[in-house]
């Protein structure tokens, strides 16, 4: 039993006539008459009174004709479902990213939903060094890295510029010093974060040539708990600079200049090399490289 022979026994069973069901499915009496005995054969019962002039259902016939409509409805469903998801009238888009990188995302989500208010956007919370494994197990279709994943099944888009900062209270002596040398934060008592993360090994590696001590009395769990301590005056931080543009504008931090510490952090968006990504995923790289193209630097749109 297929939907072609559902198709052609609801035809016969509305018009009440092999005859006319073959005009309107623009086929032959005999074809039609030929489904509807291979159909009958398949179910082992006779859906139509052959002896009756108006074509009535058996019993068999009107239990067919339920399920037959409910069969053919769902397929029409199915068709408009995947017609909205083309024309983004529906859908869902599953990101990943950490509290950091998911900064990097809002003002691309502001575009896309004012672009798409009827896609669903979630975005799932997950450890950078997790991100990748979340793609390949499907759990989610893009993620953004602040760091080139090593997976050769990955496919990543450098998509924003960023720089380590290092940040302090304005009424800290360093405040106004302008530009200072890596040594000259030896006596710093530093505010970190405390989940290891390959950026926080590059800095105390980079303290260590220069033989300059790096003294983190306090490592607090996020980044937005490490500004505001700073802001209350509590040593000085290093974090990244999209994660301090807010404080800097309003002057309730200050950055200073560390030549030393200038490293450079790439965001990149990431995703499955052989994926057939969905309508809303597609769509939101088209946002992401329209967005970059009209901002500029730092924002960018370089596949890897």
Do not use: W
């Amino acid at each position: 039993m297929d939907l072609f022979q559902l198709e052609t026994f609801l035809a016969v069973a509305e018009e009440r006539s092999f005859s006319r069901a073959a005009v309107r499915l623009h086929r032959t009496q005999s074809a039609v008459s030929q489904t509807i005995a291979k159909l009958e054969g398949e179910l082992g019962e006779t859906l139509l009174e052959r002896s009756s002039r108006d074509g009535s259902l058996t019993a068999a016939g009107k239990v067919l004709r339920e399920y037959a409509l409910k069969l053919l409805n769902l397929r029409n469903d199915a068709a408009t479902a995947l017609t909205e998801l083309r024309e983004l009238h529906r859908g869902r888009l599953n990101l990943a990213a950490n509290e950091y990188t998911c900064l990097y995302l809002l003002p691309l989500l502001d575009v896309f939903r004012r672009q798409n208010p009827h896609i669903k956007v979630a975005v799932q919370r997950a450890l950078a060094s997790r991100i990748s494994d979340e793609i390949l197990l499907h759990a989610v279709e893009i993620g953004v890295l602040s760091f080139k994943p090593d997976d050769p099944q990955i496919q990543s888009i450098v998509v924003y510029r960023d720089q380590l900062s290092l940040v302090v209270n304005p009424k800290h002596p360093l405040a106004r010093a302008g530009e200072i040398s890596i040594r000259q934060l030896g006596e710093q008592s530093f505010v970190a974060h405390n989940i290891p993360s390959p950026q926080r090994q590059k800095v105390i590696q980079t303290f260590r040539r220069h033989r300059t001590p790096l003294t983190m009395n306090v490592e607090l769990p996020s980044l937005e708990a490490i500004k505001r301590f700073v802001e209350m005056g509590n040593g000085v931080a290093l974090v990244p600079g999209l994660t301090v543009k807010n404080e800097l504008a309003a002057g309730s931090l200050v950055r200073i200049p560390v030549p030393e510490l200038g490293f450079e952090r790439k965001l990149r968006l990431v995703y499955r090399r052989q994926a057939s990504l969905s309508h809303a995923a597609v769509a939101f790289l088209q946002v992401v490289e329209a967005y970059a193209t009209a901002q500029g630097d730092p924002y960018t749109y370089r596949p890897a």
